[in-house]
């Protein structure tokens, strides 16, 4: 990976992106940035609210408001986004794009079956309903393909073992202790 060049992970909510930068920051040279808590630390409110008091067309500009900072501003970073933020204008100018990819019945287990679980479902209140979900999963499956640079699958594997596949696809470097 050149050294300027930022790595995004895209795909849908729960499939493990903020797990996997998070992996990724801890054993290489990179920062791990989440698009979501950026959009929450600007507006100083949850997504949640965010989408119940001012719309999902507002959300969705701060989600291009955040990807003009982040490919002006953020080198050499591995980030996690929302689950609909790989539909920005300049998605490909940020770094290259990598779809972490799984099939719904994996992801909804990995969120019912996590130590947090209710803590996770209220984070993505759509699980509520888990055919609107499962819907809007295969609307997005398409569009992940067709925007990812790289896809990865990361059904039922390990955060270390998916870490390092994307590390030698990208060829980053490991950090020294």
């Known amino acids: 990976m050149s050294q ?6 895209i795909g849908f909510m729960g499939v493990g992106k903020g797990t996997i930068a998070r992996e990724l920051s801890k ?3 990179v920062y791990a940035i989440d698009t979501d808590d950026l959009i929450e630390s600007l507006t100083n409110k949850r997504i949640k609210k965010i989408f119940a008091n001012d719309g999902e067309k507002y959300f969705r500009d701060l989600e291009q408001q955040t990807a003009n900072w982040l490919e002006n501003s953020v080198k050499n970073s591995v980030i996690s986004t929302g689950g609909g933020f790989f539909k ?6 940020i770094g290259k794009v990598i779809y972490l990819k799984s099939s ?3 992801i ?3 969120i019912i079956n ?3 679980a209710k803590k996770k479902l209220a ?3 759509l699980f509520q309903n888990v055919e ?3 819907s809007l999963f295969n609307d997005r499956k398409i569009s992940y393909e067709q925007v990812c640079d790289i896809d990865v699958n990361v059904e039922y594997r390990s955060a270390e073992d998916i870490a390092q596949e994307i590390a030698n696809i990208v060829g980053l470097k490991e950090k020294i202790n």
């Open 4 to 9: 300027n060049q930022n790595i995004i992970l």
């Open 108 to 110: 909804y287990d990995r």
């Open 132 to 134: 609107e979900a499962k």
């Open 88 to 93: 920005v204008e300049n998605l490909k100018s």
């Open 27 to 29: 054993s290489y040279e």
């Open 104 to 106: 719904f019945e994996a």
């Open 114 to 116: 996590h130590q947090n």
């Open 123 to 125: 984070k993505r209140p």
